[in-house]
């Protein structure tokens, strides 16, 4: 069993940043596809980013790529989302999940992921 607990969410004004962490336990998760995906209140849960078990290889939302990087520190088994230049539209909560690893598909594809966190919240004033 895996237990993903998201943290680093809070309220930051237009233009700033944050950097989200998402803690495993339970297993290692280095040789895992791990992605982050956010979800405004009754709308459809967007991806955001996603990276390799080894850190090399990195995937991004249309929205968010420039601005945001997901990076990894497996001795830790944390993952983890700087995001800069917030804007009021990246307000949403913030969940971590692991890519199942019988999936072979697209790393931004929801169904593909098998653990979740509880999800942290983000709010970006204007």
């Known amino acids: 069993q895996v237990q993903l607990v998201e943290a680093g969410g809070g309220l930051v004004q237009d233009g700033g940043s944050l950097r989200l962490s998402c803690a495993a336990s339970?297993?290692?998760?280095?040789?895992?596809?791990m992605g982050w995906f956010r979800q405004v209140p009754g709308k459809d849960p967007e991806f955001v980013a996603a990276?390799?078990?080894?850190?090399?290889?990195?995937y991004y939302g249309d929205s968010v790529k420039g601005r945001f990087t997901i990076s990894r520190d497996n001795a830790k088994n944390t993952v983890y989302l700087q995001m800069n230049s917030l804007k009021p539209e990246d307000t949403a909560v913030y969940y971590c999940?692991?890519?199942?690893?019988?999936?072979?598909?697209?790393?931004?594809?929801?169904?593909?992921?098998?653990?979740w966190g509880q999800g942290t919240q983000v709010t970006v004033s204007s």
């Open positions: 999940a692991r890519r199942s690893a019988h999936y072979i598909g697209s790393w931004s594809y929801i169904g593909g992921y098998d653990y």
């Open positions: 339970g297993r290692t998760l280095s040789s895992d596809v």
């Open positions: 990276i390799g078990w080894s850190g090399a290889n990195t």
